[in-house]
């Protein structure tokens, strides 16, 4: 057996364990990716309703009991 027939017997052995570090990477990338994904779908809103934020409004008394009035018709 010649030099470079051993040479490329050692590539053909490398490359396939080349092959399955890739898969097993790839595999690990998908996995932490679906986490991730999970993660921020269970993550709960951050938007308010608006009635509360109204509410809040007039009981620190930043609106009157018209502009309540008013502003809680326009929000339906």
Do not use: K, Y
Not at 37 to 48: D, M, Q, V
Not at 60 to 68: D, I, P, V, Y
């Amino acid at each position: 057996m010649t030099c470079a027939e051993m040479g490329q017997m050692a590539g053909g052995v490398m490359g396939g364990a080349s092959q399955w570090f890739n898969l097993i990477g790839l595999g690990v990338l998908l996995i932490v990716g679906l986490g991730v994904a999970w993660a921020i779908a269970r993550r709960p809103s951050t938007a308010e309703d608006p009635h509360e934020i109204l509410r809040r409004r007039f009981a620190r008394g930043e609106l009157g009991a018209e502009e309540f009035a008013s502003a809680n018709r326009t929000l339906g």
